[in-house]
């Protein structure tokens, strides 16, 4: 299908080169051979428009890159045919390593908090967002920040979007998500886990998860997606409540499978997906990334081969 003529915006504040190592049975304390290595550049807003380049969607790249990094960054979103208005800054982007146990199939994350950004780095990164928002574009807000960027950014970032029209996708978790859901951005896309942190759920059932997501649209937030892991998803949009039904497959890489369902979204929306068509095709994507290495990003065939098995069926509210 033909693009609209939305501008996609993916905003990414703390970028990291995700390398992931694949250990047979990594165990502490002693020597571990790697039988396999790979480098991606990651951050969960620069894997939304990977994926969308994949789907032939077009988008823009922004936040906060650095250091030797720097170059490397810009050049293989380049060489993808994805733009970039990063701001630069003083500090080095951070690297991620994940270690993969190819035989206990864990998997282990070990992040990097990110570097210092000046108050005058962020300021100029959000008069240039300010500037490239207008109204009908798609804007992505996904993934951490480093410790020097206010808590509440997010929540500056969808006031922005929102009053020069844009519609805006949250995809945070913690305090950023906390703050954020305050100006009421059109979608949040938690797993289980992160909304019952948000708001102190005394369990992840399906039933607590509908009744709080129920309770965030009353607040204004106007559609939920919720991601179950391998039990699959939820939507709650409009009056409605749909779930995706889990598909069993060969797991090589967890990382980048959220980001794969965001993407999912905005390829929905752009295409005036109605919300169970949108369900199915998000979750096919999020299916679909867990079977590639690292954060590889998938392509438009092999989420039309996840479509073709995912179910999805209306709830009815308890």
Known sequence: MLQKKNMIITVTLNPA???????????????NRVSNLRYDIGGKGINVSKVLKNFN???????????????????ELNSRGID????????NSRTNTKIVDTTKKVYTDINEAGPEISENELKM?????????????????????SPSVPKDIYAQLTKIAKEKGAFVILDADGELLKEGIKEKPDVIKPNNHELVRLLNLESDSEKELIK???????????N???SLGEKGALFITGENIYHSKGVKVDVKSTVGAGDSMVAGLV???????????ALKFAASCGTAAVT???????????????????????????
């Open 57 to 75: 969607v077009n988008s823009t790249c922004t936040g906060f890159l650095g250091g030797i990094l720097e170059k490397t960054f810009i050049e």
């Open 224 to 226: 939920i997606l919720i």
């Open 267 to 277: 390829y929905s929306k752009l295409n005036n997906y109605e919300p169970s068509e």
């Open 84 to 91: 970039t208005r990063f701001i630069h800054i003083k500090e």
């Open 17 to 31: 080169m995700d390398k992931t190592l694949a250990i047979d049975n990594f165990t502490l304390g002693i020597v």
């Open 292 to 318: 590639l290495e690292g954060t590889k990003a998938c392509t438009l065939e092999q989420v039309q081969e996840m479509f073709r098995k995912i179910e999805v069926e209306i709830k009815e509210e308890d």
């Open 125 to 145: 990164f959000l008069d240039e967002f300010g500037n490239m928002c207008n109204k009908d574009d798609i804007v992505v807000l996904a993934g951490g920040v």
């Open 212 to 222: 709080a997501a129920k309770l965030l649209q009353s607040k204004g937030i106007a």
